[in-house]
């Protein structure tokens, strides 16, 4: 009883600081989301990718949830999930590195090649993304132990309100580059840049 009221009732302003700044941090430092926004922004546009921005948003807020009421138990059932998970999210994280080390420049013939990834796809992508696994795991084990669904639910809208502007910066400094990115080579080299980079987050992550 004493765990319930700590968590659900009035989680206390230490507490509730504490959660906000775990947020922040794990939201707005370098992982596959903010690696792939950044290159959206840069090849794309901001326009073109606020829904991409979104889904990341929305998806992992929605992912929290899940894991806190039922999805953390099941991992917790059969263990070998872990290990499919892994190599699911390597081998689709690959894939994309891929895809954003060619990517065609923008409005040119070879623009067709590629398009920014689509709120569904962020929605999804969350799924197979081990640094959204690691923070959702986190997050309920610390903050809202018991998972009960309303502490599990403050922590999802903490993050919701925090990660969305946190993921977004990166699709905005995306765009800042993208009149340096004019140059074919210069867009081709950051684009091998950020797949190096998305990969490298990958290595850190596994």
């Keep these: 009883m004493r765990s319930e009221t700590h968590y659900i009732a009035p989680m206390n302003q230490t507490t509730l600081a504490a959660l906000s700044a775990f947020a922040l941090v794990s939201s707005i430092t370098p992982g596959p989301n903010n690696m792939m926004l950044m290159a959206s922004g840069a090849n794309f546009g901001l326009r073109r990718t ?12 929605l992912m929290i949830v899940l894991v806190g009421v039922g999805l953390m138990g099941l991992f917790d059932l059969f263990p070998a999930l872990n290990i499919i998970l892994k190599v699911v999210s390597v081998a689709y994280l690959l894939w994309l590195a891929w895809k954003i080390a060619n990517a065609a420049a923008p409005d040119t013939e070879g623009s067709a090649r590629g398009k920014p990834m689509s709120f569904f796809q962020a929605v999804l992508f969350q799924w197979v993304n081990p640094k959204a696994w690691s923070m959702a795991l986190t997050a309920i084990a610390l903050y809202a132990p018991d998972r009960n669904f309303a502490a599990v639910l403050l922590v999802a809208v903490v993050f919701g309100v925090i990660n969305l502007p946190s993921t977004s910066l990166w699709a905005v400094m995306g765009v800042s580059l993208r009149g340096w990115l004019s140059s074919p080579a210069r867009l081709k080299a950051f684009n091998w840049t ?13």
């Design 50 to 61: 606020v829904p991409h921005a979104l889904g990341v948003g929305i998806g992992f807020t």
């Design 194 to 206: 950020m797949a190096a980079l998305l990969v490298g987050s990958l290595a850190l992550l596994i």
